[in-house]
């Protein structure tokens, strides 16, 4: 048995560091030297090129080095065999403090005292409380869980929607259509948590946007084409929306000359809310490696049926 790895654009040294010390006994091949196709049994990648895992006779999984498949999903040729998403307890807990920064950020109006010291200006403003700054999330999963979870400890209130119903202790939940609309109407900040999918994609457009209160503030922390950024450009500047923080874009990096860049009360962060760490991931993906030598089913395995 041996291993394929190619964490593109992201390095496969502390990767390649980190497996050898938990699976000594593996030979782990950095893509695209292989010296041997058919003696790979796993594939451990990130934006793999197209066609190129349908050439390894013996693979028995792909196992993706981020939360997101869609890198993986894009390739016509992808073998049909177990796809196993990154589910690391590390980039959870990052992507929560990160949501946790923004909507305290929104929520006390930091941005205007930054504003303000530019200016030389000593003003304090009354913010609305915590416990009246409702916070919904969009996509109870396990990230969606653990930001909501976060956020509920800081005191505010926290509503929840997915595409089926969920009950989470602590958490005004909400499903379906119906069950959107009511919750949009009760926000002061949504935080996209749902992931990419052919029925999430530009999910949060103009249409969407219009249901959310005035002055509602938007944090995106999953992947950009759930979001229709021009839509939220406009509703930034018609006022619509106070703020928002995008985390992620369709293209990727935003390039330089992007009008987002100098969009008043659009804060941009380069894909880094849930940075994925070799340190703490590579026990993740050799305990399913484990899990899979010894028989049993790996977690979480992406269903290519529901597209998640």
């Keep these: 048995m041996a291993i394929l790895l190619n964490n593109n654009g ?28 058919a003696a790979i049994s796993y594939a451990l ?15 028995r999984a792909i196992l993706s080095l981020g939360a997101g498949v869609e890198h993986l999903t894009r390739d016509p040729d992808l073998p049909n065999l177990p796809i196993i998403r990154l589910s690391d307890p590390t980039v959870a807990a990052d992507m929560a403090r990160h949501s946790l920064f923004w909507v305290l950020n929104f929520q006390r109006g930091y941005r205007q005292y930054h504003a303000q010291q530019d200016q030389k200006l000593w003003q304090r403003h ?62 002061r900040l949504l935080i996209n948590c749902l992931p990419l999918t052919n029925d999430t994609e530009h999910l949060i457009d103009k249409a969407f946007l219009a249901r959310l ?3 509602t503030f938007l944090v995106n922390i999953s992947r950009g084409a759930v979001v229709d950024s021009q839509a939220v450009v406009q509703a930034l500047q018609s006022g619509h929306l106070a703020g928002a923080a995008l985390d992620a874009f369709e293209q990727e990096p ?19 809310s849930g940075a994925t760490y070799a340190r703490s991931a590579a026990k993740v993906v050799a305990e399913n490696i484990q899990r899979m030598e010894q028989g049993k089913a790996p977690f979480p395995l992406y269903d290519r049926a529901q597209g998640f």
């Excluded at 956020?151 to 926290?158: F, L």
């Design 254 to 272: 935003l390039p330089e000359d992007s009008p987002f860049w100098s969009v008043p009360n659009l804060h941009i962060t380069p894909h880094m």
């Design 45 to 59: 990648v990130w934006d793999h090129p197209d066609g190129d895992l349908a050439t390894y006779p013996n693979l």
């Design 10 to 37: 992201y390095g496969n040294r502390p990767w390649q560091r980190e497996l050898s010390q938990l699976m000594p006994d593996q030979q782990i091949h950095i893509f695209p030297d292989i010296p041997d196709r």
């Design 213 to 215: 209160p005035n002055q």
């Design 126 to 187: 009354d913010p609305l409380p915590a416990h009246e700054f409702s916070v919904a999330i969009l996509g109870l999963g396990r990230i969606g869980r653990a930001v909501a979870g976060l956020i509920q400890q800081a005191g505010y209130p926290v509503l929840g929607w997915d595409l089926s119903a969920s009950t989470e202790p602590g958490i005004e939940s909400y499903s379906g259509l119906t069950g959107l609309n009511e919750m949009l109407g009760k926000t």
